[in-house]
């Protein structure tokens, strides 16, 4: 029992060599090349991908693009501690006890890294889109009706009907001294 367990804590850590997901114990592909380097897939998408030469930076599903392209958290003191150690070291309660704990606040410290990262992303694009309708606003003032209350409409209305009287008054005027 106790070796079944100290090699799932081994192979539970694994990386899938082309989209950096976990691969469990009894999973994914091996692909061993002829200069004996091994590498691992979590899945048939993957190695077919590697096998196609695709690069993982340039796929967008990959951890590796999302990285690359700042969409994800890529420089972070909590990455050291996901390290693979290969050193054995004797079973010691305390130091599981310890090292479980640790690993909870660790994921917490990382959990809120993460938020606080997408957060920061985020307002940029809400700027972008803030800046993107200013301009649509400006380009299509024209179509922007302005409110308009019944005064307004009132007065406008009298003072068309001012300026009809004013030009009858000018006419009949006009019509006058050329009669004369």
């Not at 950096?20 to 998408?45: A, L, Y």
């Not at 096998?51 to 690359?68: E, G, I, L, Q």
């Not at 007065?155 to 004369?180: G, H």
């Amino acid at each position: 029992k106790q070796w079944y367990q100290r090699r799932v804590a081994i192979t539970a850590g694994e990386k899938c060599y082309f989209c950096s997901s976990n691969v469990h114990p009894g999973h994914g592909i091996n692909f061993v090349r002829n200069d004996c380097k091994m590498f691992r897939f979590c899945r048939s998408k993957c190695h077919k991908a590697f096998k196609m030469k695709r690069n993982p930076r340039k796929v967008k599903w990959t951890k590796a693009f999302r990285k690359s392209h700042g969409k994800e958290l890529a420089i972070d003191s909590t990455f050291d501690l996901e390290k693979k150690r290969s050193v054995p070291v004797k079973y010691n309660r305390e130091l599981w006890k310890n090292t479980i704990h640790a690993m909870k606040r660790i994921q917490e410290i990382r959990a809120k890294r993460q938020n606080q990262f997408i957060k920061q992303r985020l307002k940029a694009g809400k700027k972008l889109e803030l800046k993107d309708d200013e301009k649509e606003v400006e380009h299509h003032i024209h179509l922007i009706e302005p409110k308009v209350t019944v005064e307004e409409l009132y007065n406008a209305a009298l003072n068309k009907t001012k300026q009809k009287l004013q030009e009858k008054k000018k006419l009949l005027e006009v019509e006058s001294m050329d009669m004369d």
